[in-house]
Antibody
Framework: DVQLVESGGGLVQSGGSLRLSCAAS????????MSWVRQAPGKGLEWVAN????????YYLNSVKGRFTISRDNALNSVYLQMNFLRAEDASLYYC???????????WGQGTMVTVSS | QSALTQPPSASGSPGQSVAISCTGT?????????VSWYQQHPGKAPKLLIY???KRPSGVPDRFSGHKSGNTASLTVSGLQAEDEADYYC??????????FGGGTKVTVL
């Protein structure tokens, strides 16, 4: 099956760190840009970061630059999001998303929840 | 990186049409033909409905259509059905591999 499965979410204190993982299957993973998109409870979608298929380029939402790092391991068909210095406003459901040939976010995981306590 | 502007809600009776607008600037919606639309049912992940302004992925009914004029894109759902009740989001490329979403529109089928 073509799918993305996230893991690694949880409860963390403000200022703490968390690493999200996403395992891909069913498609030529290294051919695709991959992204993280988040959604705060009851709120809209927000693009967070993306990474090129070979990992050579990364881009970030301004508010997470310098705190979050997106990376990938094509041998393991996985993408990661290292989140440091977490803030209350980072609390969200984080989706792992494929950016497809359609120039759109065409495959979504089910999300992993990040809760930040003060 | 300001969010695109969508109306918070829209509604229509079964069989009717509803249109949702998505307003940006010349730096995003108006500057690129990379506008996409997503449908999200409660507790579910978003699903791609429209890409590159007007195109539908395989499996998406032709009741869903997209359009763009200037800095405003729109999604029209024709022949509304009960299962179309959901949140809808637009998204646009903003250059240099950055992206922005709209705030979302809740569609209610009356």
């Amino acid at each position: 099956d073509v799918q993305l499965v996230e893991s690694g979410g949880g409860l963390v204190q403000s200022g703490g760190s968390l690493r999200l993982s996403c395992a891909a299957s069913g498609f030529r993973y290294s051919d695709f840009w991959m992204s993280w998109v988040r959604q705060a409870p009851g709120k809209g979608l927000e693009w967070v970061a993306n990474i090129k298929g070979d990992g050579s380029e990364t881009y970030y939402l301004n508010s997470v630059k310098g705190r979050f790092t997106i990376s990938r391991d094509n041998a393991l068909n996985s993408v990661y999001l290292q989140m440091n210095f977490l803030r209350a406003e980072d609390a969200s459901l984080y989706y792992c998303v494929r950016y497809g040939y359609t120039a759109a976010f065409d495959l979504w995981g089910q999300g992993t929840m990040v809760t930040v306590s003060s | 990186q300001s969010a695109l502007t969508q109306p918070p809600s829209a509604s229509g009776s079964p069989g009717q049409s509803v249109a949702i607008s998505c307003t940006g600037t010349s730096s995003d919606v108006g500057g690129y033909d990379f506008v996409s639309w997503y449908q999200q049912h409660p507790g579910k992940a978003p699903k791609l409905l429209i890409y590159e302004v007007t195109k539908r992925p395989s499996g998406v009914p032709d009741r869903f259509s997209g359009h763009k004029s200037g800095n405003t894109a729109s999604l029209t759902v024709s022949g509304l059905q009960a299962e179309d009740e959901a949140d809808y989001y637009c998204a646009s490329y903003t250059g240099t591999h950055y992206y922005v979403f709209g705030g979302g529109t809740k569609v209610t089928v009356l």
